[in-house]
């Protein structure tokens, strides 16, 4: 079964310091691995998807995130953080058994971005 | 054009009653898909419907269960409501099923409260 790990619940930077939200993968294959955003009473939204095309991959809002197999990462980075980068963050792998598609979210990584 | 829409947005309910929620999925969209998010955690799979049929399930009792009508809107029916199930619904559309690499769109959710 695939499973994502986000290995800190709460990150706090400083507005225009650089952001970054660790996420661990555990797959039986090549996996397609997501990050999603959700700001309060808003819906989820997709910053960046990998799926085997490339290993470093760019988002929406400066986000990026490096795939690395030898590690079974797939962290989350922003060089300047900024005041509505605060929300909460989703590691996410999809499961492609049974013929549907399965999102796996991790626990979640809540951003404070402070002044 | 219209997002994934979801109604009601807030509902309290008490033990043992029953719930529909409903959603609609993006114009064309064929496939939905309906998450639970428990308070201070990721969403967690609950059912994926594709051209009315289902095509995964996630690990929920028999009291939970959905159908696709043929205009692609789903509904969520949820029997003897436990107080466990007081959470954040959300509902979520993509073009088909299965491919990995397509997105899925959110909705901004249900928030049902079981007292």
């Known amino acids: 079964a695939q499973s994502v790990t986000q290995l800190d619940s709460h990150v706090s930077v400083s507005e225009g310091t650089p952001v970054l939200l660790r996420c661990n993968y555990s797959s039986s294959y090549s996996p397609s691995l997501f990050w999603y955003v959700q700001h309060p009473n808003k819906g989820l939204q997709l910053l960046l998807k990998y799926t085997s095309a490339a290993t470093l991959v760019k988002g929406i809002n400066g986000f990026e995130a490096e795939f690395k197999k030898s590690e079974t990462s797939f962290h989350l980075t922003k060089p300047s953080a900024h005041m509505s980068d605060a929300a909460e963050y989703f590691c996410?792998?999809?499961?492609?058994?049974?013929?549907?598609?399965?999102?796996?979210f991790g626990t979640g990584t809540q951003l404070k971005v402070e002044l | 054009d219209a997002g994934v829409t979801q109604s009601p947005t807030h509902l309290i309910k008490t033990r043992g009653q029953h719930v529909t929620l409903r959603c609609s999925p993006i114009s064309g969209h064929k496939s939905v898909s309906w998450y639970q998010q428990v308070l201070g955690q990721g969403p967690q799979f609950i059912f994926q419907y594709y051209e009315k049929e289902e095509r995964g399930r996630g690990n929920f009792p028999d009291r939970f269960s959905a159908r696709q009508f043929p205009n692609y809107s789903s509904e969520l029916n949820v029997n003897a409501l436990l107080l466990g199930d007081s959470a954040l619904y959300l509902c979520?559309?993509?073009?088909?099923?299965?491919?990995?690499?397509?997105?899925?769109?959110f909705g901004s959710g249900t928030q049902l409260s079981v007292l």
């Open positions: 979520a559309s993509s073009p088909l099923p299965g491919q990995g690499e397509e997105k899925l769109f």
């Open positions: 996410v792998v999809s499961d492609l058994t049974g013929g549907g598609n399965k999102l796996t």
